[in-house]
């Protein structure tokens, strides 16, 4: 696939513009469209072709490390996670939203997790929480979304990595593989 083309046909064109909105206005609050349309994979699959959007304190979290959140003035505590992967970064691994290594659909049907072929600066495979098929306000207009709720390097969690993690929910039937990229 032409990975030029794949940008050009999902990533909402604004997204750079979109993002440097969000990381120079600690205020915004309005939720980020990231893309015009949901992963053709996802839709092979029954999800709804639905505009992907994030919320912006999200997107900060993704991006910037806690020094940088710090700086900003932002909220930084025990409940707030900065991932610090940096724009570039966090750009490529919702774009290869279109070409992940495994997809996961919880138990509740309405959550996926995705596994991007995109690591981040400590070699973690990045991952993407999606809620499927909710709605959110876009000035004052309700409209039907896909979710992207984080994108983060899996980090070991309690001696847990992420394969064995991945592991562990499949056991207990939390998730359900429903994709996975075939090797080369």
């Known amino acids: 696939m032409n990975s030029c083309k794949t940008v050009k046909n999902t990533l909402n064109i604004n997204i750079e513009k979109s ?6 206005n600690i205020n915004e609050r309005n939720p980020v469209k990231l893309r015009d349309s949901t992963p053709k994979i996802l839709v092979s699959y029954g999800v709804k072709d639905l505009p992907m959007y994030e919320n912006p304190s ?20 025990i409940r707030d996670h900065y991932h610090g992967l940096g724009k570039t970064v966090y750009i490529k691994a919702i774009n290869n939203l279109d070409e992940p290594r495994a997809i996961f659909r919880n138990k509740n049907n309405k959550d996926y997790l995705i596994l991007t072929m995109i690591k981040d600066k400590n070699s973690d495979n990045i991952i993407i929480p999606i809620e499927i098929e909710t709605m959110t306000y876009i000035n004052r207009v309700k409209i039907d979304i896909n979710r992207i709720k984080s994108v983060y390097g899996y980090k070991k969690i309690n001696n847990i990595n992420l394969n064995h993690y991945i592991k562990i929910k499949l056991k207990n039937r939390s998730f359900k593989k429903i994709y996975e990229r075939k090797k080369n």
């Not at 910037?64 to 909220?75: D, P, Y």
């Open 58 to 77: 999200h997107i900060r979290k993704n991006i910037l490390t806690e020094m940088e959140a710090k700086k900003l003035g932002l909220s930084v505590g």
């Open 19 to 24: 993002i440097d909105n969000v990381l120079n």
